[in-house]
């Protein structure tokens, strides 16, 4: 069965960094999409990005574009979230998604990870 597990998560000072971990099991990569969600509390959940790993192509959400990038470790299953120029608007629970498409993605996913906290604070 598809399986999700996130890691990664913790504090950071505003402008720093953080990798998050979004380990795969139960399902190939390269047949399933892989998304990132974030919600805060008293927000509504918003799409970080989706990543395409048959042919690489990643969409982000307008917030994080140009300060977060997807990368994979095919060996390991695992999909990465780095996180730079860190902002405390970023502070969120942030969940690993998977699906078999991105289109609409930003909609929902099928399935979901726990999710990990990420708290952007000086």
């Known amino acids: 069965q598809v399986q999700l597990v996130e890691s990664g998560g913790g504090s950071v000072q505003p402008g720093g960094s953080l990798r998050l971990s979004c380990a795969a099991s139960?399902?190939?990569?390269?047949?399933?999409?892989i998304g990132w969600f974030r919600q805060a509390p008293g927000k509504e959940r918003e799409g970080v990005s989706c990543f395409r790993s048959s042919d690489g192509d990643t969409y982000f959400g307008n917030s994080v574009k140009g300060r977060f990038t997807i990368s994979r470790d095919n060996v390991k299953n695992t999909v990465y979230l780095q996180m730079n120029r860190l902002e405390p608007e970023d502070t969120a629970v942030y969940y690993c998604t998977a699906d078999h498409s991105c289109t609409a993605w930003q909609l929902g996913m099928r399935y979901w990870g726990k999710g990990t906290l990420v708290n952007v604070s000086s």
């Open positions: 139960g399902f190939s990569l390269d047949n399933y999409v």
